[in-house]
């Protein structure tokens, strides 16, 4: 296995072997055939760089920031040597008319072979003025840049499914990539911020495959997000017995007892951070001691509180004081108009006689 | 609406709607049914009555002498379904939190598996009790609409809640919606059917007790 | 004539109550109630069903006395109670029930299914669909005196012969008597003895008692029919005479209904509590047997066992007395297995044995089927009771299939094996 891939790698002291085990377990995660992690290794090192345009619209840069930055170099960093990224704001040394120079070049030297990622949900409130970059709202520039892609990748929930920016009430008429690009394979990464792997995940596969992986009815990559983060949870057993924490710091959260009653979304969640874990595997939230929010499911942020449990209604009893007061008020009424009934039956109520037994 | 949204919904506004109309439902019908009001029994007690209506409200849950020989399926079954369903609903950590959270009552519960064992279980006696409905002349010849749907009505929400909790058929997050609308369904239908016998099985109960204990006859 | 089907309908809107609305609502279709209901478990028909007797009363309760069931009539989305239906019912209410109450004590919700098919034949009975022979029987009853068209004299008769017999002075309308003594047509026509062993015991314990000659009859066809107001007349008799005469007690005979009628429905029907108690002749004979009054001088030998009428015991709560009387008379005596309040009816009473179609001897004679076994099944000769009705049943059923049965009434055998 050679290539200048390998070489890159090297220089930045990532041995052969390491990369090959990365591709072994990349494969592994994406449920491939044991051999797929080679044929991944090799297609990766020898392939060639496709091009890649980042488009970041209403957005915390937090997905840029969960994908590249780690204390020392990793191989999640290293993917990018992988691709061409010829268009990524934050990332990029160019700036203003150079930026929209490299942009539009690297849209009319690759039309319709560029990876498009996008991060951000994309506002349509007043004509899409809430986000704009060199003076054009974000939604124009994802029709003209989705126009000449292969494929687009949503990365985080917010170009996944609206994310934050699209919660209750939405000022900004945020919207998913999904919503406005009916004629593109896209292939959804959704997470607040989404898990590193699984985008490299995804691009190693479209690399080797030269296609997207299997997706969801959510248009997620079902290998990463098959799962619910309760269905691989390490505290499921103590579900499973029903022993509970009840606050974040008795005796039960000591012990690691299950989040459910301190509102883990767990059971509701479909993600991979159960199995694949964040920082290089070190820890995640529930690991570290906190219920899953639910930050990969779409409108997660109006899910009601993030410490309610899911068995837990919003609030059923709102409306009972009311109800109890209607339904007394309607047997009242259906019983004095029944006793009513009975007294008036009573009141002309015929003496019977004999006679009255015969027709 | 997806998966979430719905749950969202029917955890919110559509408990919120399915309570309501229980709660007004329940009042309603106790209202209208206890004040048709009685006349007094004049005949000079036998014994008085004493806590004779409280007795039969508790004997009545026993089998009368030979009738367990008569129809078990109805006993045994209707025990084991009645009693599943008291553990299921009270027993299961998750809708003890529910009522934790709702009154700020809380008691232990059983182990999600034993739980789920009590599921299954009840799931078998209520189609035990079906087959018998269907087999049994006297109980197939009162049957009506109604039965059939407060059967299902009733059987719906320990399927769904079943399924939800092992994974079946459905992704959860749907499971534990459609779980959540069919004990919604069943709230709504309860005050107005035969199954508001919940309710009135203690009136009835006591009544019976109490007017032939005047008699003298621990009915 | 005036009955309809409005005067049925506007009779069950007075009837209709707490307890009733409770029980319709309570019914969750199970059917155990016809596992306690001789004609279903005899006739394997599912129409006797208990509760689906009732159904004409649910309907017009759920008609008349709910708000969906208002709002289904007033949209014409239920089904009105008709004349013909009624008719169709009056199998299922009169024949094919006798009232014996076993289904109330089985019913798993609580359901009082007897009370409520007694307060539906209150409607049955102005919308003219009671069967001719109770008809009869009642009209008999208001008219003449009694259900079998007795007068005083043929009573006076029989108190005669019964004087003749004893040697002992039977009083008629005697004021400040303990007791007022209470015939039915049955025993004063069939079993005269009665009277005799009554005189007996009286005198032995040195009770003070009387008859009257304007209220000798105790049996009250006005609450078989389930007719109030005919029922009131009727048991208005007995209350003036017990009052007029001032007795301390009025002793009910072993008739089952009539207990009923002057024990319980009594007060209730002429709105008042009595100012006399009402005793059940079983009652007074174990009170006597306690204090020792009461001795017998032989035993009866041979097996036999005993048949509680529903009236008496299930219904009337004289749940105990029966028993030791039994056992202090009879050697070999058989305790069966459906005793006391969980007897088995004869078959004939609430007024069905008065109803004499072709149709309704014949479900009696099948209903007697389960008495039937219990006889066989102790091996006994003898069966010993306390109703002339359950006796006349059951020995119209004994002839009919031709068994070698002899039914004895409890009283009598304790006066013949009495001490002189």
Partial sequence: MQGSLIDSLARQGITRRAFLKYCAMLASMMALPPSAGRAMAEAMATARRPSVIWLPFQECTGCTESITRSHSPSIEGMIFDLISLDYQETLMAAAGHQAEEALHATMKSNHGKYLLIVDGSIPLGMNGAYSCIAGRSNVDLLKETASGAAAIVAMGSCASYGGIPKANPNPTGAVSVSDLVKDKPIVNIPGCPPIPVVMTGVLAHYLTFGALPELDAKGRPKAFFGETIHDRCYRRPFYDQGKFAKTFDDEGARRGWCLFELGCKGPVTYNACATVKWNGGTSWPVESGHGCLGCSEPDFWDGGSFYKALSMPADPLKLGGAAAVAGAAAGVAVSVANRVKKGAAKASHEKATLADLEK | MDALQFLTWVRGPGLDIAVGIFVLGVLWRLIEIYTLGRKPDLAEARHAAGASGWHTVFRRSLPPPGMMKRSPVSYIGGYIFHVGLAIIVFLFAPHILLITNLTGLSWPGLPSQFVDLVTVVTMAAMIVVLVDRINKPAKRFLSTFEDWFTWAVTFLPVLTGWMAVQHLLLPYTLMLAIHILTVEILLIVLPFTKLFHAFTLIGSRWYNGRVNGQRGVPV | ?420
């Fill in chain 3, 1 to 420: 004539m005036s009955a309809s089907l409005e005067k049925g309908i506007h009779a069950l809107k007075e009837v209709i109550d707490a307890p009733i609305a409770s029980y319709f609502n309570s019914c969750v279709h199970c059917g155990l109630c016809a596992e306690a209901c001789l004609f279903y478990l005899e006739t394997g028909d599912p129409k006797y069903t208990p509760i689906h007797k009732l159904e004409p009363l649910r309907r017009v309760y759920e008609q008349e006395y709910t708000l969906l069931g208002r709002l289904k009539k007033w949209t014409g989305l239920s089904k009105p109670v008709t004349d013909d239906e009624l008719d169709q019912w009056q199998e299922l209410v009169y024949d094919s029930c006798t009232m014996c109450g076993r289904c109330s004590l089985v019913c798993p919700v609580g359901n009082d299914i007897v009370y409520m098919v007694r307060k539906l034949r209150e409607g049955m009975a102005v919308s003219g669909h009671v069967p001719d022979g109770i008809k009869g029987a009642a009209k008999r009853t208001v008219e003449i005196g009694g259900p079998m068209g007795l007068k005083w004299p043929a009573v006076a008769n029989v108190i005669k012969k019964a004087e003749e017999a004893t040697g002992l002075t039977i009083p008629v309308d005697q004021a400040g008597a303990d007791y007022l003594v209470l015939l039915s047509s049955m025993e004063i026509v069939n079993f005269p003895e009665y009277l005799e062993a009554l005189a007996k015991i009286f005198n032995k314990a040195g009770i003070t008692f009387t008859l009257a000659s304007d209220a000798f009859e105790a049996t009250n066809a006005g609450i078989q029919i389930g007719n109030s107001d005919l029922a009131r007349v009727i048991v208005s008799r007995i209350v003036d005479a017990a009052e007029r005469l001032k007795v301390n007690n009025v002793l009910s005979p072993e008739c089952g209904h009539a207990y009923m009628a002057v024990r319980w429905e009594g007060p209730n029907l002429i709105g008042r509590p009595y100012s006399f108690k009402v005793v059940h002749v079983l009652e007074l004979l174990d009170e006597l047997r306690q204090k020792g009054v009461l001795k017998v001088k032989d035993k009866f030998k041979e097996k036999l066992i005993l048949h509680d009428p529903c009236q008496i015991v299930r219904r009337g709560g004289v749940l105990n007395a029966p028993e030791p009387l039994v056992q202090m008379v009879a050697e070999n005596y058989i305790p069966v297995a459906d005793k006391q309040m969980w007897n088995w009816c004869c078959g004939g009473g609430g007024g069905a044995s008065a109803i004499h179609t072709e149709e309704a001897e014949a479900l009696r004679a099948k209903a007697f089927g389960i008495k039937k076994r219990q006889i066989e099944d102790a091996g006994v000769k003898t069966m010993v009771t306390f109703c002339a009705n359950c006796r006349i049943v059951m020995e119209e059923a004994i002839d009919h299939y031709e068994m070698d049965t002899q039914l004895l009434g409890l009283t009598e055998l304790l006066a013949e094996h009495l001490e002189d």
